[in-house]
């Protein structure tokens, strides 16, 4: 019977399968710490955001005076600057950047949602055509649901999302290292 890793360097990676159930656990761990305080889950999240646009800005400010033409040193450093501020802004006040980033994730979602129902039913003579109807409207309920309460639920849907993802990753890890460790 063939083996997933037929090609692979297998050896090196069941010899690590510890490392990978170890990083699970502690994913998992994470997960249920950020269950038991949502509103500072959204928060770090939030200040994640945050760090990624200042860092992002930054490499927009340094391209721009790699570029020739001021049209285009003007448009990179306007880009930076703008990134740069909305990261500070993240660490400022991550409460009103978490309202603005669950608002975005409530359109986001539901624009989603959506497409895939649209896209699902433009392919409905093909078998399976429905399970991706089904995907579309869950993903834009979830969407409607989460505009409905917003900005209320800001405080905790940015920290359930990290939090649910974190979990969802810990056993991901944990079942991949127990995997590795099980293969011959």
């Known amino acids: 019977m063939a083996s997933v890793f037929d090609g692979a360097p297998s050896s090196s990676l069941q010899s690590k399968w510890i490392w990978f159930v170890g990083l699970g656990v502690l994913l998992l761990i994470c997960g249920l710490i950020a269950v038991g305080n949502l509103l500072l889950a959204t928060v770090v999240s939030v200040y994640s955001v945050g760090m990624l646009m200042v860092f992002g800005g930054v490499v927009y400010l340094i391209h721009a005076f790699q570029v020739r033409g001021w049209e285009h040193i003007l448009f990179w450093a306007l880009s930076g600057v703008l990134y740069v501020l909305a990261g500070i802004f993240a660490f400022i006040n991550p409460i009103l950047t978490s309202a603005a980033l669950t608002l975005f994730l409530a359109v986001a979602l539901l624009v989603a949602g959506v497409f895939r129902v ?15 109807v089904v995907s579309g409207v869950v993903t834009a309920l979830a969407g409607f649901i989460i505009a409905l309460g917003w900005p209320v639920n800001s405080l905790w849907v940015l920290g359930l999302f990290l939090a649910v993802d974190l979990i969802l990753q810990g056993w991901t890890m944990i079942a991949f290292g127990i995997g590795l460790r099980s293969v011959q």
Request: avoid cysteine; proline fraction near 7%; glycine fraction near 20%.
């Open 118 to 132: 649209f896209i699902g039913r433009r392919m409905k003579p093909l078998k399976g055509w429905g399970w991706i």
